[in-house]
């Protein structure tokens, strides 16, 4: 999608190309995070106890907060139908936590219907 606005003078050219980079750079940040949230769904149901998953990944600002091309994640959803076990819990926060450098309270673990 490229959005050009009318704008009068030499600089029109140059607002253009800086409107279709921001979103250039946008969708690449939910590409990158539907990857992400892919990958760890993946991982997921393959541990032991865990079953299905959906998995909802929370950067900076909703945008994402690049940091030498990585996306820096804040808060993670995850609803499992494994959820109804403590053992399964505290191993998919561990990794997690392991995965995402990201604290305990940052993460939240569900129970799917």
Do not use: C, W
């Not at 490229?2 to 250039?24: F, N, Q, R, W």
């Not at 819990?89 to 129970?111: G, T």
């Amino acid at each position: 999608m490229v959005a050009a606005l009318p704008v009068s003078g030499t600089d029109s050219k140059k607002k253009t190309e800086t409107i279709s980079e921001s979103i250039a750079e946008s969708t690449a940040a939910a590409e990158t995070k539907t990857e992400l949230e892919g990958k760890l769904e993946t991982l997921l149901e393959h541990a032991e106890g865990v079953g299905r998953v959906k998995v909802m990944l929370m950067t900076d600002g909703g945008q994402g907060l690049y940091d030498s091309g990585e996306t820096q994640v804040t808060g993670v959803l995850i609803v499992a139908e494994g959820a109804d076990n403590s053992v399964t819990v505290q191993k998919i926060q561990q990794a997690v936590m392991a995965l995402f450098q990201i604290e305990a309270h940052k993460i939240k673990i569900m129970k799917m219907k």
